[in-house]
C-alpha cells in the first residue's frame, strides 16, 4: 500500500477497526491527515471514531482541524463542498452529547456547503423527529427537496425519509400525500423529458422533408430510400441524415448499373 495516499491509509484504519485495534487505527488516521491533509474523508473518518471510541472534545477538535484543512477559498464561512461531511459529521457529535443547538449550527453549515448533502438533511430531521419537532423536520425536507428540480437517488432517498417519518409519527394522511407527491414529481418530469424529446423529432423531420423536396427536385439526383417510421420514445432507433435520406446516387450511375 501506498502509505503516502491518504485515502489508502483511511480504508486501513477502517479494517483495523474491525479488528478492534482502536489505538493503532487512531495513528493510521492521524498520519493520513500529515500525508494528505485535504482529504475530507479522512479527517471525517478520525473524527467518528473519536466520537465512537474516544472523547467528544477530541473529536470536536478534529472536525474543526479538518474544516480548516479542507477549506476551499470559495466556500464561504462554511469552506465549501469538501467540508459538507465534517460539518455532518460533527452535528451527529454534538446531537449525542445533547446540545442540539450547536447540532443544528453543524447541520446548518453542511448544507451551506452543499445544499444537496442528504445525510446532513437526514441526521438533522432525524434528531428534529426525536425531539417531536416534525414541524421542523418538515420545514427542512421541504427545503431540500427544492434543491433538485429532477428526480435523483439522492432526492428519492429524501422523499422516503420524509414518507417513513410521517408513517412513523402515525400521520398516516400526511404519508400519503409526501408518496402522491414524489410519484406525480417522477411523473411531471417524464412528462417534461417526453415532451422535449417530441419536440426535438418534429423539427428533425421537419429538417428532414425540406431535404427531400431539394433532392427530388434536383434533376442530377434521386432519391434511393427512405424511412418513414417514427420513433417512438423508449426504442432505440438508428437514423442516418436526420431520419430522411440514406444516400443518393446520380441517375447516370443508376443506367449502368442497369446495363451491367
Same mark, same amino acid.
Given at each position: ?41 479522512? +479527517? ?23 474544516? +480548516?484543512?479542507?477549506? $476551499? ?16 459529521? !460533527? ?25 444537496? =448533502? ?14 417531536? =419537532? ?24 429524501? !422523499? ?10 402515525? =400521520?398516516?394522511?400526511?404519508? $400519503? ?49 427512405? !424511412? ?12 442516418? =441524415? ?19
Amino acid at each position: 500500500a501506498n502509505s503516502r495516499d491518504g485515502g489508502v491509509l483511511q480504508a486501513y484504519a477502517l479494517y483495523v477497526v474491525k479488528l478492534g485495534d482502536i489505538y493503532a487505527a487512531r495513528e493510521l488516521l492521524r498520519k493520513g491527515t500529515i500525508v494528505n491533509k485535504r482529504h475530507a474523508p479522512i +479527517w471525517q473518518a478520525w473524527g467518528v471514531l473519536e466520537t465512537r471510541h474516544g472523547k467528544a472534545e477530541d473529536a470536536r477538535d478534529i472536525f474543526q482541524q479538518g474544516i +480548516w484543512a479542507c477549506a $476551499q477559498s470559495s466556500g464561504g464561512q462554511s469552506g465549501g463542498r469538501r467540508c459538507a461531511r465534517l460539518w455532518q459529521a !460533527w452535528g451527529v457529535l454534538e446531537s449525542q452529547e445533547e446540545d442540539y443547538d450547536a447540532a443544528r449550527r453543524c447541520f446548518s453549515r453542511a448544507l451551506d456547503a452543499d445544499s444537496r =448533502n442528504v445525510a446532513a438533511v437526514t441526521a438533522w430531521t432525524l434528531m428534529e423527529k426525536n425531539l417531536g =419537532n416534525y414541524k421542523d423536520a418538515r420545514l427542512i425536507y421541504e427545503r431540500a427537496l427544492k434543491q433538485f428540480s429532477t428526480p435523483t437517488d439522492e432526492k428519492l432517498i429524501l !422523499w422516503q425519509a420524509y414518507e417513513s417519518m410521517e408513517s412513523e409519527a402515525g =400521520n398516516s394522511q400526511k404519508a $400519503q400525500s409526501v408518496y402522491q407527491r414524489s410519484i406525480g414529481d417522477a411523473i411531471a418530469i417524464q412528462d417534461e423529458f417526453i415532451t422535449d424529446r417530441s419536440s426535438k423529432i418534429l423539427k428533425s423531420d421537419s429538417k428532414s422533408i425540406n431535404s427531400s423536396k431539394r433532392i427530388l427536385d434536383d434533376g442530377n439526383e434521386v432519391e434511393v430510400s427512405r !424511412w418513414d417510421k417514427k420513433p417512438t420514445f423508449g426504442e432505440n432507433e438508428v437514423w442516418l =441524415n436526420d431520419g430522411s435520406i440514406e444516400g443518393k446516387v446520380p441517375p447516370s450511375t443508376m443506367k449502368k448499373t442497369k446495363r451491367q
